[in-house]
């Protein structure tokens, strides 16, 4: 098996081009231990050259919110009272980490997002 790094947008690209003729190779075989190899390459390229931020923990709740349809009475379990909602929602105070686990428990959240509030410190 013939299988070099990934080093520029050009190897990265023919890695996917590969990648895309392998997709219906079985498990087991050479070409889909192929592909095995070639999606990790890929796989670490793009977290490399690619990385993606999580949400802020306001946007991560409104998301969550807006996917579920959920309304500030639904969060008031979980945060406090609904006045408090509305400051954590308007990023006027920070979430506590009872707040986070509840949120993190009750709607699924991830807690990544949920401790990520570097944005609601700086909009304060």
Same mark, same amino acid.
């Given at each position: 098996?013939?299988? @070099?790094?990934? *080093?520029?947008?050009?190897?990265? !690209?023919?890695? %996917? @081009? ?16 192929? #592909?095995?190899? #070639? ?8 977290? !490399? ?12 709740? *409104? ?6 349809? %959920? ?10 009272? *609904? ?5 954590? %929602?308007? @990023? *006027? !105070?920070? #979430? ?9 428990? @009750? ?6 997002? #949920? ?10």
């Amino acid at each position: 098996m013939n299988i @070099r790094p990934i *080093k520029t947008e050009a190897d990265y !690209r023919n890695t %996917l @081009r590969e990648i895309e003729t392998l997709m219906a190779a079985q498990a087991g075989t050479e070409e889909g231990d192929r #592909l095995d190899v #070639l999606t990790t390459l890929v796989e670490a390229y793009e977290r !490399r050259h690619f990385p993606m931020e999580l949400p802020d923990a306001v946007e991560a709740i *409104k998301f969550r919110m807006e996917q579920q349809g %959920l309304t500030v009475d639904d969060l008031v379990p979980a945060i406090g009272r *609904k006045n408090r909602v509305y400051e954590i %929602l308007a @990023r *006027k !105070r920070p #979430l506590t980490v009872r707040m986070i686990q509840s949120l993190h428990e @009750r709607f699924n959240i991830p807690a990544e997002s #949920l401790i990520n509030q570097s944005s609601s410190r700086r909009a304060a």
